[in-house]
DNA sequence: GGTGTTTCTACTGTCGACAAACGTCTTCTT
DNA sequence: AAGAAGACGTTTGTCGACAGTAGAAACACC
């Protein structure tokens, strides 16, 4: 059986716990973070500490404050900026993924919709928030533009947060499954055209969801 | 006197060379780049040299390789990614500028524009470049959007090396500088609808031409 | 009491060392 | 001769230690 998973090491673990954390807003907009406390915190040394937070600040999660590190977070205007970027980017990702389009990217893409349809319908809230993450990667993915991911992966991540908020919604994650199911079918057809017009009004929607809410 | 230059560290400076080699070509792609022959060739060790490959990898100019890094560089497709999706970001940018203005920013902006023209009459390419540079990232900056400045302070620099070529072509520069004139007076005057278009079209341009200079 | 200076403490930057992982080459067996 | 097994070398992941530094606190002096 061929080698499956590989081995994550500690500093990619301790990455992924912080940005979570940092993200979902365990550690709040100010606290102050250091190696050594987080060391003895999470039990490694500060190796592994210290490439995390130096990925963390790359990504403006975080800044050094010549003490420690200060943890940034996303604002309400990240999120705005966030999606105001999505909206102008993401049609192309979508464009993209349907001009190399593959037998076996159709299947993944339906089976994303697949899984959206059964959480959807087993009301299962964060479930649903995992797998519109899923599929909005899945596409960036597919668009076979490194550039294109390493832009709008990480704004993924950031919208963590507040997509559960979005996805409580029940009548905007029903709209949700729809312009899923549609941009999906554009792709599978590999009309580039439709599809990053779809996927450009879909992160409109969400856009305007999202500043509904806040208000 | 105040201490005005704060200490650059190893790592920072490991980064910023072998981030400038490989976007330069020093470092060809599919070069393999392990962390102890970089030790002994720049004499540091393994410590800060793993903290820059690290950053460079987030950048994806380098993969992982599991035995040492392959050099990935920016490939003709990774420049035409960046020159659609500036075309689509950098109005945003812009716009936030002309409503976040300042005297203070007028008057970095016209400093820029002066340098342009100085370097412009003295017919100095590599300058012209880097101001050029300057101009795009103090925009970024001045739109006081974090967000936006992560995403294209980034892809800036990697479009560094063909910027070189597009500055080469005379006729090119003089309309850049033009161009650079009309947005900068856009964001002083406070007017982000016309420094938003006046940019996008700025950018379309380039785009055009390095497409025209490729072909 | 306020201000400049000194000390102190906590943190980061860097290093060398050790162990685990992975591929490679050799060697043994059939 | 071909394939499997094991030893070897290279590279990375992690650790603890040491030095340098920057801010804070204590202290002395006016």
């Not at 800044?63 to 102008?88: F, P, W």
């Not at 959807?120 to 990667?137: G, T």
């Not at 076979?144 to 979005?166: A, E, F, N, S």
Request: glycine fraction near 6%; charge should be negative.
């Amino acid at each position: 059986m061929k080698k499956r998973f590989k081995s994550i090491s500690l500093a990619d673990q301790v990455f992924d716990k912080l940005e979570d954390d940092i993200i979902l807003g365990v550690y709040p907009r100010g606290q102050i973070l250091t190696e050594l406390g987080l060391a003895e915190e999470l039990g490694v040394s500060r190796t592994p500490i210290r490439e995390a937070l130096r990925r963390l600040e790359q990504e403006r999660l975080i800044a050094d404050n010549g003490k420690g590190s200060v943890v940034l977070g996303i604002t309400e205007d990240d999120l705005l900026d966030i999606m105001n970027i999505r909206e102008r980017i993401e049609g192309l990702a979508a464009y993209y993924a349907a001009k190399n389009i593959t037998p076996e990217a159709v299947q993944e893409l339906e089976h994303l919709i697949d899984l959206q349809d059964f959480y959807f319908s087993k009301h299962d809230v964060e479930q649903l928030r995992y797998v519109d993450d899923d599929f909005h990667d899945a596409i960036s993915h597919l668009s076979g533009r490194m550039v294109i991911c390493d832009t709008l992966i990480p704004l993924h991540r950031k919208t963590r947060r507040y997509r559960r908020l979005v996805m409580g919604d029940w009548d905007r994650a029903a709209q949700v499954t729809k312009e899923h199911r549609a941009i999906a079918q554009a792709i599978a057809e590999g009309n580039g055209d439709l599809a990053q017009e779809l996927m450009t009004r879909h992160i409109v929607h969400s856009k305007e969801q999202l500043i509904k809410e806040e208000v």
